[in-house]
């Protein structure tokens, strides 16, 4: 058969490469999401159970240590194929980077501005949403911006049971033997990833107080 040239592959097949991509990134940032709405207030909450914590800190982190195929394959027989499936393992993906730097973000947040505020009057909870979040939001973006970047690489993996995105173009590279598959796959995939993070580091680098300001204030 004769192999066609890429730009010619692109033309064909720019329909398919386009909604691959939007599947992908409906499974990698849909799973996100859900995982910082898991994370963040849990990591929260940890931060008066230290001891429960580390059990968290730990399960979380074995998760991570599973491959993707073998906990897709556990996940395969309670929930069918699909992208629910998918979602759920790259949910569980998510957690540990988010979990970790929430919980380590508030509970390294210097203990003098904690007592600044709660000599100003605060109560446990305006604290947390008026000193400890803030302080902590750059180093919970750190987190944030490495689950996405980890999750869009790994929903690539979600094509091996029928969940679609850009790895169901790789995977029909691989069984056709077709380079300009493996390539419309693999390329946007890592400009995803590259942009993604990139942008969520630009958040980050905004959110992260200027060294001078902080030595003004606590100058004060």
Known sequence: MKMISFSQFLFMNSTAIITATVQHLYLALGSELIGCLIAIP???????????????????????????????????????????????VLVLYSLLPILRNTYTGITGVNPSYIEAGTGAGMNSRQLLWMVKLPLALPIIMAGIRISTVYLISWATLAAFIGAGGLGDLIITGIQTADANFIIAGTIPTAFLAIGAGWML????????PREGLIVSDEGR
């Open 42 to 88: 849990l990591g929260i909450w940890l931060t008066s159970r230290k001891k429960l914590a580390d059990y968290f800190l730990a399960v979380t982190g074995t998760i991570q240590t599973i491959p993707s195929l073998a906990l897709l394959g556990f996940v395969l027989p309670l929930f069918g194929i699909g992208p629910l499936p998918a979602m759920i």
């Open 201 to 208: 580091g630009k958040v980050e680098m905004v959110l992260t």
